[in-house]
């Protein structure tokens, strides 16, 4: 992830502060090969160009290009502007501290790591928050995904509701919301079902359980591998319920960045959550700083 664009960065920027003086076009002519970095690393076009705007307004004034050090001046702009595309100041992924049982549904399209990302969520509330939680399938479509979360659950000893067959996605959340009550559950993560692209019948299905729900955090899991996709699925499910957050799962792949550079100034919302591989604890909150540090190297 992000390792051809930070080779290209690292080449850009060692050339610029390996020079003494830099003026205005030695400048812009950085920003010109960090767009078409961006560009490759599948960043979407508006959001490439706000970036090498505000960074080359920033970088040309006065007091960066006399200053001792400009080349040095001018990475520390594009660290600052990088850390805003990614989402700005590291803020604690989930506030849990709501009225119990509080309620987090998981929205996304189907292979994108959703159930995989509950349940790794789950085990995470349970271990270092130490608060206990039920995980509820709503995936009355998918043959054997309720089944699933069972025994995912069992993996990181958090309680499923019991399934009941034939009941559909609305009458589960009651029922889960019911029995996170009445267990005192601090948390209930609602695993929704999944469709191949984005449509008509899944957006009413997740109006519906979201208005019986009420949830605290609405999460929508994308895959990073599928680059921009990943940035529309979250446009159209934005335009439709109220998302508070983003996981990007298979960050652990050879993903270009495109998907975590873009996401947050698309949709104005937060990648809350990086999914780093299929074991069930590979899952990091995702802080914006130690990102851009990782891409300048
Ligand atoms: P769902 O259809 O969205 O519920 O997808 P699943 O949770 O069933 O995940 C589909 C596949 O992706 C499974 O084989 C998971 O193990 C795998 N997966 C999920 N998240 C990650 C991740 O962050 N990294 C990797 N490498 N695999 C993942």
Redesign the pocket.
Known sequence: MFDSLSDRLTGVFDRLRGRGALNEQDVREAMREVRIALLEADVALPVARKFIDSVTEKAVGQQVLKSVTPGQQVVKIVNDELIEMLGGDDAAPLDLDAKPPVVIMMV???????????A?LARLIREKHGKKALMASL?VN?PA?QE?LKVLGEQVDVATLPIIAGQQPVDIASRAMESAKLQSADVLLL?TA?RLHVDDALMAEMKAVHGIASPHEVLL?VDSLTGQDAVNVAQSFNEEIPLTGVIL?????DARGGAALSMRAVTGKPIKF?????KLD??EPFHPSRVANRILG
Request: proline share 0%; hydrophobic share 25%; glycine share 22%.
């Open positions: 996304g399209l189907q292979g994108s790591g959703k159930t995989t990302s509950t790794k995936d998918r995904a699933q695993d999944g899991v799962t298979r960050m652990d792949g990086a999914g780093t591989g299929e590979a899952i």
